[in-house]
């Protein structure tokens, strides 16, 4: 009787492997050696296209936070067609690796590389002190190098925006969010949301349910059931993908999408997405880099500069609300509105912005605190 | 009462896909094979799963495919660890890592993608009940087979003749080789049940519990599922309650939280995985338990000696 053993299993199966890697090698052109006649026959060769690269922290199939970044990728492509090349790592894990993902594209020759995530920072520094050539770009973090800079977005605009929305049509008076990890910008897009919300309505609460993670779409959908079984009837997130959402609609109450626009998947329960549009920012980086214009700096933009805003909202909305949220999308465009004006007080009662004061960007990075209306207490409370 | 009885809702939602893979679990470990290639498996169905969901329209085609999907993968394992002998652990690790490549790798043109939307189901009578009908009788029918499915398995494992054969593999394949049964193709069933249920598990979460796909949807669910087998000593009713265990302080810390209780976030989510460690400490202090509850050759590998 055939009884293989496993002896000949391995050989059968080395055997097969040698044949195809064979064949395919055989299948590439062999390398002819070119005359140096038709180089100089030929015309002078196009330059050589400006590369750029981008190192994603998820998957670009999230729909949310990496799938916009990587729509700002391809506007940069359609902007710059054959002068700019660009290219993308996706699903970097912070820390060791980002290092080893970042530095490869610096050789590869990438004259720009963006790094889509705040885990991203400590690696990109590493790196960047090693290419003083190469111009390093780095989102939502806070330290810099003569050759990187920072960038970021005012998510709490378009939060605002979309507590406004959530503050009038809620029947409950409660709000639900769901938080990826409790660091100052999701403290300020909570603050936000509720601040915009108590502007319609001041008895507004919000609640807060921490999943520590970016991207984890079942636990994403445990905790906007969870925050849905304790009596919030609006959610919003802070996390990636349409988990949040789509357990909104399954469950017959409302929410927001994040990042993108994610009207397509809650056809009942999409209120209005808060997406952020990075091709403006993208464009301008690459062409500062092409230019020579290119200077270590932080940029920080927002609704006025087209790179956020609370979009599709839907018809069920009422239209007093539709009115308030385009005028303050107005202000917001002409410069006029700053989301944190004091008075600001923090939920334990404590003052945290006088009345009439504008926020400044110190006070906007360091905020550690929950506003009055928003339940609980911070996991990293002082 | 109605937060509690939400609470015992979501558990048993969360506990489902636990249930389902720890039982296929327990039925390959029973037989003697050790398959840590779960996480794997559960994702090559859930990606099958939802591709199925996707074009069919249909859950249960789904569910089928989930499991089709599943028992091809162990099927691939079976061979390897049977009847070329190879190391199970080491197998399984490679089927983990295999199956989470290879979902991916499928599971790209399907990211960002909806299903039809589905009706709810509620059991007739017994959902209107005040307490009880939002706690127990809402659920998804796949959340009471998978109950049904446990109290089936022990009756088939412990009152059945197949079961008495099947568990006497898994004691001594020796002995079972040398009364006359084909352990290796027994044991091959084995493998291809658990991989099935490990399938429908991964099916179950893409369809119906998410529902949508995106890359390591599964999130070490299969891991959990691993760990309920020695947490139930290897008997199914016990599975049940493990599963639902993990799931009920995987939702209820997130209630906490919600409820504003002022604990760190971070050591609530810590609790799912402490408290099944913490168990399996417990059962673990006394060897001889261990010993007389555990298939004999869990692991091993069987070479007849004709």
Sequence with gaps: MFSPTKRSWLKAAALAAVTVLAACGKEEPPPAPKAPAPEAKAPAPPPAPFKAAWVYVGPVGDAGWTFAHDQGRKAVEAEFGAKVATTFVEKVPEGADAERVIRDLAVQGNKIIFATSFGFMEPMLKVAAEFPDVKFEHATGYKTAPNMRIYDSKFYEDTYLAGIIAGTVTKTGTLGFVGSFPIPEVLRNINAFTLGAQSVNPKIRTRVVWVNTWFDPPKESEAAQSLLNGGADVLLQNTDSTAVLQTAEKNGKLAFGWDSDMSAFAPNAHLGSAIVDWSNYYKKAVRDAMEGTWKTERTVWGVKEGQNDLVKIAASVPEDAKKKVAGIQEAMKAGTFEVFTGPVVDNTGKERLAKDAKADQDWKDKVDFYVRGVEGKLPTAK | ?306
């Design chain 2, 1 to 306: 009462m109605n937060e509690v009885a939400l609470l015992v809702a979501a558990t048993i939602a969360s506990g489902t896909p636990l249930v389902l893979a720890g039982l296929g679990l327990l039925v390959n470990e029973k037989a003697g094979v050790l398959n840590l290639g779960a996480e794997g498996i559960m994702l090559v169905g859930a990606i099958a799963g939802f591709a199925a969901a996707f074009h069919s329209g249909s859950e249960w085609v789904a569910f089928a495919a989930g499991a089709a999907a599943g028992m091809v993968l162990a099927a691939g394992f079976g061979v390897l660890v049977i009847w070329l002998g190879t190391n199970q652990y080491a197998s399984g690790l490679a089927l983990s890592l295999f199956g989470a490549g290879f979902s991916a790798f499928v599971g790209v043109q399907y990211v960002g993608r909806k299903l039809a939307e589905r009706s709810t189901f509620e059991v007739p009578v017994l959902a209107d009940i005040p307490f009880l009908g939002p706690a127990l009788f809402k659920q998804h029918p796949l959340a009471y087979a998978a109950v049904l499915l446990a109290l089936a398995l022990a009756w088939f494992l412990y009152r059945s003749r197949t079961g008495l054969v099947l568990r006497a593999i898994g004691e001594s394949p020796d002995s079972a080789h040398s009364l006359g049964y084909a352990v290796r193709w027994i044991r091959l069933a084995a493998v291809l049940a658990g991989g099935a249920l490990c399938g429908v598990a991964g099916a179950f979460l893409s369809v119906v519990y998410a529902p949508l796909w995106v890359e390591g949807l599964v999130a070490g669910r299969g891991w959990i599922a691993l760990a309920l087998t020695p947490f139930a000593t290897w008997r199914p009713a016990r599975v049940l309650l493990g599963a639902y265990l993990f799931g009920g302080v995987t939702m209820l810390q997130f209630h906490l939280q919600g409820a504003g209780v002022q604990i760190p976030s971070q050591f609530l989510s810590m609790l799912p995985y402490v408290a099944t460690i913490v168990v399996l400490a417990l059962i673990s202090r006394n060897p001889a338990w261990i010993r007389i509850n555990m298939p004999a050759s869990l692991g091993k590998p069987f070479h007849p000696s004709a």
